[in-house]
T-cell receptor, first 110, second 112 residues
Framework: NAGVTQTPKFRILKIGQSMTLQCTQDMNHNYMYWYRQDPGMGLKLIYYSVGAGITDKGEVPNGYNVSRSTTEDFPLRLELAAPSQTSVYFC?????????FGPGTRLTVL | GESVGLHLPTLSVQEGDNSIINCAYSNSASDYFIWYKQESGKGPQFIIDIRSNMDKRQGQRVTVLLNKTVKHLSLQIAATQPGDSAVYFCAENRSNDYKLSFGAGTTVTVRA
């Protein structure tokens, strides 16, 4: 099993550009999550999903959108990139409590 | 503010010594706690977890202790090795819906 995979690993965006961060898991987990991690800080929940077709906001959802059309995929969309969205983004999945994380996407908005 | 946090942002440990990393929480209704290890440039990696009906749980070289009276969680690493150098996060499930709330992390540095 590959676990949780994320693409791309790195990306630089200009202000106002849009992009989609991809996340795929092969563990057949129902729950999936998107976090952002700012330097020296813990993880903040952006959005989560309890199953295909169901998504909900976390602590810091502004500026982001998600969709969950399949169990495996949970893409995160940034529509109008802002410097405040410079961060490392982690996707995770779980069957119950224990969440398993991907390697992250490092995003810089200039 | 954060209800899950670590007492110290950094910890320096001599190789071979035991490490103790502490974490406080404020929500007495939290029923699940978990420790993650994050190496530089990588995603958090599961170490060990514990439910609120337990006081102690042991893994390979790691032990988690839960003191519900004072709302305190600790991670003990036995015989600390250079590969244990990383940032350690505690997290709690506050709402019984599988969402975790994370503390800011403790950076552990192992001295040779």
């Amino acid at each position: 099993n590959a676990g949780v995979t994320q693409t791309p690993k790195f990306r630089i965006l200009k202000i106002g550009q849009s992009m989609t961060l991809q996340c795929t898991q092969d563990m057949n987990h129902n729950y999936m999550y998107w976090y952002r991690q700012d330097p020296g800080m813990g993880l903040k929940l952006i959005y989560y999903s309890v199953g295909a077709g169901i998504t909900d906001k976390g602590e810091v959802p502004n500026g982001y959108n998600v969709s969950r059309s399949t169990t495996e995929d949970f893409p995160l969309r940034l529509e109008l990139a802002a410097p405040s969205q410079t961060s490392v983004y982690f996707c995770a999945s779980s069957e119950l409590d224990t969440q398993y994380f991907g390697p992250g996407t490092r995003l810089t908005v200039l | 503010g954060e209800s899950v946090g670590l007492h110290l942002p950094t910890l320096s440990v001599q190789e071979g010594d035991n490490s103790i990393i502490n974490c406080a929480y404020s929500n007495s209704a939290s029923d699940y706690f978990i420790w993650y290890k994050q190496e530089s440039g990588k995603g958090p990696q599961f170490i060990i977890d514990i439910r609120s009906n337990m006081d102690k749980r042991q893994g390979q070289r790691v032990t988690v202790l839960l003191n519900k009276t004072v709302k305190h969680l600790s991670l003990q690493i036995a015989a600390t090795q250079p590969g244990d150098s990383a940032v350690y996060f505690c997290a709690e499930n506050r709402s019984n819906d599988y969402k975790l709330s994370f503390g800011a992390g403790t950076t552990v540095t192992v001295r040779a």
